[in-house]
């Protein structure tokens, strides 16, 4: 009862933005700066994701970078927008939730991802939404079971005789030492299950919401409270019958990836959940990618391109790595794009532009790009490379991408034909 009288201040920055300024008795700093450590190690970073200033008369700045997703310090909810969509439209936890839907399903029900279009409902309240949605209509099937060995004894056999340990046996003959199969739930799935409703019942806004993400963790505190590895989580995949959880299984992954915590220090409580932002945005250009490419029958991959080979003296072959290569029927290489996690300008940087270059020569593309997020809707702009060596020339597109636009009905659509008209072009 206490906890649903509880208000939380709702603070929102954008990422690389403008930085806020905080009273510092709002925050517990320490859990702050404690938890911004344990999200830079988990998310590779390569250096703090919150930045913290000091002013006078107990103030500070608070900036983030690299990170995308919502943190509750205390009171004080704490949203990031990634650099991609605009955190002064209402509506961006949507978009983000729709992206993070694509990048890890890419099937999810189109009902589930629109019930807040168009509205500013928080990230967890929008995960928990769905979570709660996929568990009850999959968990009326039941929760799927595997069978775990159990080595074990006992005055009768089970299963089978366990060889290994006949000293066991010869010195104790009326106990059998054996080997069996059983039938559990306690799976990697209700593992995840449970972990991800106690994580979104501690961070979600609404008491209703939060008190039936509690009953299902408690109806599942048979199971171990400890969520399976990531890798093992990956690996999770449900039959037929059980396809239900699906969207459930996502959002705990989902959240898994995100670096979910949650701690208590003294008065104030953290707990939120961050994303890498320029992983997110990397992936779902690689799947507007896929989308737009299978619209012209071909296929796009990702893989390492070898370009120089020794000839003469020590040192290693050059290699370069684009993030999405055009590949027709036959496997032949057509185009390469790439993901460019910053906003573009009048011209890209060198060192973006030898990159792709270089990825097109060796596969010999004639059309290359550099995917770039835009705050609008913005017309591509094309140079053409001729080559003073006597080859053909190359296309660079400078190609850019309003996510926003994934806030429109048909949004989606747009974004995919706009990277097929770029592939189409002549």
Same mark, same amino acid.
């Given at each position: ?96 939730? %729709? ?81 069996? $199969? ?8 209700? %593992? ?42 990956? %690996? ?41 932002? $320029? ?48 590949? $027709? ?48 809707? %913005? ?48």
């Amino acid at each position: 009862m206490v906890g649903s009288l509880i208000t939380y201040n709702r603070v929102r920055l954008q990422e690389y933005g403008e930085p806020i300024v905080l009273r510092t008795e709002d925050i517990n700093l320490n859990t702050l700066k404690e938890a911004s450590n344990r999200w830079r190690k988990i998310l590779g970073l390569s250096s703090e994701p919150f930045k913290i200033d000091y002013l006078e008369n107990g103030q500070i700045k608070l900036r983030a970078e690299a990170i995308t997703g919502v943190i509750r310090v205390g009171n004080t909810d704490i949203e990031i927008a990634p650099k991609f969509l605009d955190a002064t439209e209402g509506n961006w936890q949507s978009i983000l939730w %729709r992206i993070l839907m694509v990048v890890e399903g890419g099937h999810i029900d189109n009902n589930l991802t629109s019930a807040h279009h168009g509205s500013a409902v928080a990230i967890p309240d929008l995960l928990a939404e769905m979570f709660l949605a996929s568990y009850a209509i999959g968990a009326a099937r039941g929760l799927p079971r595997s069978y775990l060995t159990e080595q074990n004894q006992g005055t009768f056999l089970k299963g089978s005789f366990d060889l290994s340990r006949m000293s066991e046996w010869e010195s104790r003959p009326w106990l059998i030492p054996y080997i069996a $199969d059983f039938l559990t739930d306690n799976t990697s799935l209700t %593992r995840l299950l449970r972990w991800a409703a106690n994580c979104l019942s501690m961070t979600v806004k609404l008491p209703s919401r939060a008190r039936a993400l509690r009953e299902i963790a408690a109806s599942l505190s048979h199971v171990d409270k400890r969520p399976p590895h990531l890798i093992e989580a990956q %690996r999770i995949q449900l039959g037929p019958q059980h396809q239900g959880l699906e969207p459930a299984r996502i959002v705990g992954l989902l959240l898994l990836e995100g670096a979910g915590v949650y701690h208590a220090n003294g008065k104030h409580t953290l707990s939120g959940f961050l994303w890498n932002s $320029d992983t997110i945005y990397e992936n779902f250009i690689f799947w507007l990618c896929q989308r737009a490419a299978s619209q012209h029958g071909m296929k796009v991959t990702k893989n390492v391109v070898k370009f120089g080979q020794i000839i003469n003296g020590e040192g290693s072959e050059l290699r370069t790595t684009p993030d999405v290569v055009f590949r $027709d029927e036959n496997g032949i290489p057509i185009a390469v794009a790439d993901a460019k996690y910053k906003l573009f300008g009048s011209r890209p940087k060198s060192s973006d532009i030898y990159q792709v270059f270089t990825a097109g020569h060796a596969l010999g593309c004639h059309k290359v790009s550099l995917v770039y997020p835009s705050p609008n809707n %913005r017309e591509n702009t094309v140079w053409l490379i001729p080559s003073a060596l006597g080859g053909e020339y190359v296309e660079l597109t400078a190609l850019p991408i309003n996510l926003m636009n994934l806030s429109m009905p048909d949004g989606q659509k747009a974004l995919i034909d706009s990277v097929s008209s770029w592939l189409s072009r002549k």
